[in-house]
């Protein structure tokens, strides 16, 4: 699978089953879904499902899916997998396939996806993929798993999660400019020409680097607190690279194509 994601949560396995499991929940943590909705199905046949993503405000891609999971047997490790593709032509994803799983600690669940997917629009769309659209798609992934950490472990939902990751980079952006319009209002770096605005820009350029390098606030969601590679696994050289694959489960292969 080409995109990895990885993260503990300290929660009991029937209440991360849940919040992932089911449409209405699972929508509300991962920022890579507006809406998700179980189609009939007849009994004993795997779950079909469609997603949609508000692209912009005018804007909704959608697409459909199958999904199945199982449990693994005495050690109490679950799988789930699924199919998904999208026929809409402004959709970069056309098909592709993932997983999760959900392995028993003694603290919570290892919680773990693998997914890859193929991109339509030939070239254009290989290269938009691989540096802009992969990247992006990875941090999302990352994102919305500590944001369904932060749920299950301290009971932050999904909207107050975002709530705050907006307000604190709101603060960071605003903080930037304010310190050098104070610093230029002050004199701080003389009074005559470009020697008025130097020191005060080199300040604020410093201050961004730090803001940028400062890790959100512990109750934030932050999607470098989740490992992007396979433990074991080097990490891949660029940033739309896929990972090493890693096995996905043999429940994938019972799945049709949506």
């Not at 396995?13 to 507006?34: G, K, S, V």
């Not at 005495?74 to 402004?90: K, M």
């Not at 107050?160 to 230029?184: D, H, M, N, Y």
Request: hydrophobic share 45%; proline share 10%; aromatic share 10%.
């Amino acid at each position: 699978m080409g995109l990895y994601v990885e993260t503990r949560v300290r929660t009991d396995m029937e209440t991360l089953w849940a919040r992932t499991q089911d449409p209405a929940q699972h929508q509300r943590w991962d920022l890579r879904f507006t809406e998700i909705d179980c189609l009939p199905r007849p009994a004993g046949e795997p779950q079909r499902f469609r997603y949609a993503v508000r692209v912009l405000p005018f804007l909704t891609v959608s697409g459909t899916g199958v999904s199945a999971g199982e449990s693994g047997g005495a050690d109490g490790r679950r799988v789930s997998v699924l199919r998904f593709a999208s026929p809409h032509p402004l959709s970069l994803l056309e098909e592709g396939s993932g997983y999760w799983r959900y392995v028993p600690t003694p603290d919570g669940v290892r919680f773990l996806t693998g997914y890859d997917y193929r991109p339509r629009w030939g070239r254009l769309g290989a290269v938009a993929d691989r540096w802009v659209f992969r990247p992006l798609m990875g941090w999302a992934t990352a994102w919305s798993f500590d944001r369904l950490r932060l749920w299950c472990e301290h009971g932050v939902s999904p909207a107050r999660s975002l709530a705050k990751a907006v307000g604190e980079l709101t603060a960071r952006l605003i903080a930037v400019p304010a310190v050098f319009a104070a610093l230029t209002a002050s004199g701080t770096g003389g009074a005559d020409g470009a020697a008025s605005w130097a020191l005060p820009a080199v300040v604020a350029f410093a201050l961004a680097g730090l803001l940028l390098l400062l890790p959100p606030l512990p109750r934030t969601p932050a999607a470098r607190r989740c490992l992007r590679t396979p433990p074991g696994r080097p990490t891949a050289s660029a940033p739309g690279a896929s990972v090493p694959d890693v096995p996905a489960p043999a429940l994938l292969a019972t799945l049709e194509r949506p």
